[in-house]
């Protein structure tokens, strides 16, 4: 058998670039071992975490109204496996669409796990009828597009089933009376924040001093006041060792946040994923690994070898899907003899806890460690009649801004919707604008979405809801 182009995964980079490129007349192979396309994020990713984030987000709503406004309803009765069943349904509806489109475009899809013999050969194993005599497929161009998988550092890799991945804690088995998350990212988080509102009692342990190492601490800090309330927060705290005790797991804490033995009914491990860039064979080709693990790309996500291009959490961070999907666009546009270049101005970066915390472009911190002079204007949403109106005053919308030009360089926000309210920087970072593009665009009232205009109008001194005074 062989291709033009061979995807090898079917994930958001694998299919995005199989199917940009069927859509330009190129004869298309995807090599993934799943039966399903739609890779991490479909089956065991974004989509069910926010599925059940979902369900998190309305029993909270619920009890925001008994607290707040004086509307109670009945204590949730919750029937895990509909949970399940729901979450499952919302996978299937959305991977059965894909092997729809894939066929619809003409995309052949063998449902085996792929090893390169050399660098136009994928030797295809497994038992699957799709797989081609000979079990071997051959292409003028490779696409790897194997995306990531959970690590789990050796000390709390033990035997027992009551510790988990997310992959595991997104199967839903139970609810957990009590729950360990190690690990203050944003995997373990949302988990974390799926779990407490279900019902379990959930404590989040984690080595640096922050929750969500990396991001901007005036984004963080309304989030971690929220989640104290809702699960035990444990930071600069090591977990030692993890043992199994049978129907719990016996966790030993190395301090300041907890010293000690404590026994949990479930541990969930999110500390991190590594690139699988192993066992697919790139030692026979020309392809070079760096030390972490991710192939070594350029600008067009070709590999150093001729015949291989690379997409998506196996080649770089940041580990997200939009990313992986633009870098396959990148990579097909190339391969069409396009002049493109994967150099993003922003990447927005979304954690969809309660509330959302969002960035794009630069960070403050980025600005300081790399000497970019900036300005900084937040607005706080306690001045946001929308926030008022949802009871959600902490949010907190912030503009990092050129002052030479006055350049949008970066934007942060937390609060609930913060999510989709980002897109709106996005555009203006990848656009060049000046903050007076924005201040100037007419926002709707009353929304959130005003406050990336009030933020602007803080950079200006010239806010109408907040007294700062005239800057500029
Ligand atoms: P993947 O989606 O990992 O796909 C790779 C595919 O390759 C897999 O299907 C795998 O089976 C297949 N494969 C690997 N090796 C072989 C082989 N040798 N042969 C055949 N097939 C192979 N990102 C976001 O942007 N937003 C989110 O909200 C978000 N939430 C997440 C929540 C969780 C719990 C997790 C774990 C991840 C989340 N991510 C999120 C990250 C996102 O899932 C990944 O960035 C994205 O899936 C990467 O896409 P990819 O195509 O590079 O790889």
């Given at each position: 058998?062989?291709?033009?182009?061979?995807?090898l995964?079917g994930?958001?980079?694998?299919?995005?670039?199989?199917?940009?490129?069927?859509?330009a007349?190129i004869?298309?192979?995807i090599v993934?071992?799943?039966?399903?396309?739609g890779?991490?994020c479909?089956?065991?990713g974004c989509?069910?975490?926010?599925?059940?984030?979902?369900?998190a987000?309305?029993?909270?709503?619920v009890?925001?109204l008994?607290?707040d406004w004086?509307?109670a309803y009945?204590?949730?009765?919750?029937?895990?496996e509909?949970v399940?069943?729901?979450?499952?349904?919302?996978i299937?509806?959305?991977s059965?669409g894909?092997k729809?489109l894939?066929?619809?475009?003409n995309v052949?899809?063998?449902?085996?796990?792929?090893?390169?013999?050399?660098?136009?050969?994928l030797?295809?194993?497994?038992?699957?009828?799709?797989?081609?005599?000979?079990?071997?497929?051959?292409?003028?161009?490779?696409?790897?597009?194997t995306g990531?998988?959970?690590?789990?550092?050796?000390?709390l890799?033990?035997d027992?089933?009551?510790v988990?991945?997310?992959?595991g804690?997104?199967e839903?088995v139970?609810v957990?009376?009590?729950?360990?998350?190690?690990?203050?990212?944003?995997?373990?988080l949302e988990?974390?924040?799926?779990?407490?509102?279900?019902?379990?009692?959930v404590?989040?342990v984690?080595?640096?001093d922050n929750?969500l190492?990396?991001?901007d601490?005036?984004l963080?800090?309304?989030?971690?006041r929220r989640?104290?309330?809702?699960?035990?927060?444990m930071l600069?705290?090591?977990?030692?060792?993890?043992g199994d005790?049978?129907?719990?797991?016996e966790?030993?804490?190395e301090?300041?946040?907890?010293?000690g033995?404590e026994h949990?009914?479930?541990?969930?491990?999110?500390?991190?994923?590594?690139?699988?860039?192993?066992?697919?064979g790139?030692?026979?080709t020309?392809?070079?690994?760096?030390?972490?693990?991710?192939?070594?790309?350029?600008a067009q996500?070709?590999?150093?070898?001729?015949?291989?291009?690379?997409?998506?959490?196996v080649a770089?961070e940041?580990?997200?899907?939009?990313?992986?999907?633009?870098?396959?666009?990148v990579?097909?546009?190339t391969?069409?003899?396009?002049k493109?270049?994967?150099k993003p101005?922003?990447?927005p970066?979304?954690?969809f806890?309660?509330?959302?915390?969002?960035?794009a472009?630069?960070?403050?911190?980025?600005?300081?460690r790399d000497?970019v002079?900036?300005?900084?204007?937040?607005?706080?949403?306690?001045a946001?009649?929308r926030?008022?109106?949802l009871?959600r005053g902490?949010?907190?919308?912030?503009?990092l801004?050129?002052p030479n030009?006055?350049r949008?360089?970066?934007?942060?926000?937390?609060g609930p919707?913060a999510g989709?309210?980002i897109?709106?920087?996005?555009?203006?970072?990848?656009?060049?604008?000046?903050?007076?593009d924005i201040?100037?665009s007419?926002?709707?009232?009353?929304?959130?979405s005003?406050t990336l205009k009030?933020?602007g109008?803080?950079y200006?001194?010239?806010?109408v809801e907040?007294?700062?005074?005239k800057?500029r």
């Amino acid at each position: 058998m062989h291709s033009q182009l061979a995807v090898l995964g079917g994930g958001p980079g694998g299919y995005a670039a199989a199917f940009i490129a069927a859509d330009a007349g190129i004869d298309v192979t995807i090599v993934e071992s799943d039966p399903r396309l739609g890779g991490t994020c479909l089956l065991r990713g974004c989509i069910p975490s926010k599925a059940l984030l979902h369900v998190a987000r309305v029993i909270s709503e619920v009890e925001e109204l008994k607290h707040d406004w004086g509307v109670a309803y009945c204590a949730p009765r919750i029937d895990i496996e509909k949970v399940r069943e729901r979450k499952d349904q919302v996978i299937k509806r959305m991977s059965t669409g894909l092997k729809q489109l894939a066929k619809k475009r003409n995309v052949t899809v063998v449902n085996a796990h792929g090893k390169l013999l050399n660098s136009t050969t994928l030797v295809l194993a497994g038992d699957h009828s799709s797989i081609p005599d000979g079990n071997q497929i051959t292409f003028d161009q490779l696409i790897v597009a194997t995306g990531s998988t959970p690590a789990i550092p050796g000390s709390l890799a033990i035997d027992s089933d009551r510790v988990m991945d997310s992959t595991g804690a997104l199967e839903l088995v139970d609810v957990p009376e009590r729950l360990l998350v190690i690990g203050g990212s944003y995997i373990g988080l949302e988990m974390g924040t799926v779990y407490a509102q279900l019902g379990s009692q959930v404590s989040v342990v984690e080595l640096t001093d922050n929750l969500l190492p990396g991001a901007d601490p005036d984004l963080v800090k309304p989030l971690h006041r929220r989640l104290a309330k809702m699960m035990e927060l444990m930071l600069g705290t090591k977990v030692g060792s993890l043992g199994d005790r049978g129907d719990q797991v016996e966790v030993t804490f190395e301090g300041p946040g907890k010293i000690g033995i404590e026994h949990y009914d479930r541990v969930l491990v999110s500390v991190g994923r590594r690139p699988s860039s192993r066992g697919i064979g790139l030692e026979n080709t020309q392809v070079q690994v760096d030390q972490s693990g991710f192939v070594v790309c350029d600008a067009q996500q070709r590999t150093t070898d001729s015949h291989i291009f690379a997409v998506g959490d196996v080649a770089g961070e940041p580990m997200l899907a939009h990313k992986a999907s633009h870098e396959a666009k990148v990579a097909v546009e190339t391969l069409l003899g396009k002049k493109v270049a994967f150099k993003p101005a922003a990447i927005p970066a979304v954690v969809f806890t309660d509330p959302e915390i969002a960035w794009a472009g630069l960070t403050e911190a980025d600005a300081k460690r790399d000497g970019v002079g900036h300005e900084i204007a937040i607005y706080p949403w306690a001045a946001s009649g929308r926030a008022q109106t949802l009871g959600r005053g902490e949010g907190l919308t912030k503009w990092l801004v050129d002052p030479n030009t006055n350049r949008v360089l970066g934007c942060g926000m937390v609060g609930p919707g913060a999510g989709e309210l980002i897109a709106e920087s996005v555009l203006a970072i990848e656009m060049g604008c000046e903050v007076r593009d924005i201040t100037e665009s007419i926002h709707p009232h009353p929304t959130l979405s005003e406050t990336l205009k009030n933020a602007g109008e803080v950079y200006y001194g010239s806010a109408v809801e907040i007294y700062k005074p005239k800057r500029r």
